[in-house]
């Protein structure tokens, strides 16, 4: 075998040795860099929910204030209804104008008392 040849198989050696010495290395690389872009992947999804939910979350809370809002309004409207300070709104049941006293904003506020013939709510009611 001629120097040249040999100097070569070392040399190819010597390169497969330098190889087999960084394969792990590279495949830790590699490794990384796959858990890397899964953990994003994860991450980005999980934020997705996060924010689906708190939408909901948002939703939800809306309606509980419209719920207690209006459980407001019942109560209120009870406590006139035993101080006796909302008759009229019974007088207009009674006539039929139930639709027109309970569903209407300020209904009842303008209605003439027929004993009287004031404008209802401008003196304290009677008994």
Same mark, same amino acid.
Not at 45 to 50: F, G, K, L, T, V
Not at 80 to 83: K, V
């Given at each position: 075998m001629s120097t040249g040849i040999v100097i070569a198989i070392v040399v190819v050696v010597v390169v497969l040795i330098a190889l087999l010495a960084l394969l792990p290395r590279l495949r830790g690389v590699r490794e990384e860099r796959q858990l890397k872009q899964r953990r994003t992947e994860v991450a980005g999804? $999980?934020?997705?929910?996060?924010e689906t939910r708190q939408a909901r979350a948002e939703v939800a809370e809306q309606t509980a204030r419209r719920e207690r809002a209006e459980a407001e309004l019942h109560e209120s409207r009870a406590k006139? $209804?035993?101080?006796g300070l909302a008759d009229e709104e019974l007088r207009d049941d009674r006539r039929g104008d139930a639709a027109s006293a309970g569903d209407a904003p300020g209904a009842g506020t303008d209605v003439r008392d027929e004993r009287q013939g004031d404008v209802a709510g401008d003196e304290a009611p009677r008994r």
């Open positions: 999804r $999980h934020r997705s929910e996060a006139l $209804h035993d101080q």
